[in-house]
């Protein structure tokens, strides 16, 4: 490597971290939603779908869980999500049966698939329950899986 190159990668990744660090640069698109609290905070399905979407969903043939039938450790439940509904803005991951039922919820931007795969903790056998948001109604669809080990305190 020459000296000069060097010498110009350094003065200008130097340059780079001190304008980054005065916030100087910044996104033109902020990337994270609000955080809902309230909603993570609940202490059952009814209100935590409140908090979210605010109401309970219809039942949809159109969303498809892919959940194991029998998880035998509840710290880490794979979980994917796949739906073919135009316009998905959001979906919902919560499990009926833990302390605090919601477990993920991931907003969608543009024209995205409606596809999101994940791991949850489940305390004991329960529903995971999944909502999507699609143009402007809220659908469900949901999947008992069994527990043998639990994940929440178990």
């Known amino acids: 490597m ?12 130097s340059a780079l ?9 910044r996104s033109g ?3 994270a939603a609000e955080w809902p609290a309230s909603a993570f905070a609940a202490k059952d399905l009814a209100t935590a779908t409140k908090e979210v979407f605010g109401s309970d969903g219809k ?3 159109d969303i498809k869980i892919k ?7 509840g710290a880490v439940v794979p979980i994917k999500v796949e739906t073919s509904l135009a316009d998905v803005k959001s979906i919902a991951i919560m ?5 605090t039922p919601m477990a993920t919820k991931v907003d969608f931007s543009g ?6 795969s994940t791991r949850v903790k489940m305390g004991t056998t329960s529903d995971v329950v999944v909502y999507v948001n ?3 109604k809220v659908l469900k669809a949901s999947a008992m899986v069994k527990v043998t080990v639990g994940g929440c305190g178990g």
């Open 17 to 25: 971290a001190v304008a980054a660090g005065a916030g100087l640069l």
């Open 67 to 73: 959940a194991p039938l029998q998880a035998e450790n």
């Open 29 to 31: 698109q902020v990337l």
């Open 59 to 61: 039942d949809s043939k």
């Open 134 to 136: 699609s143009g402007g």
């Open 2 to 13: 020459k000296r000069r190159t060097f010498l110009k990668g350094t003065v200008a990744s």
């Open 111 to 116: 024209d995205s698939v409606g596809y999101y």
């Open 95 to 99: 499990v009926a049966k833990n302390p």
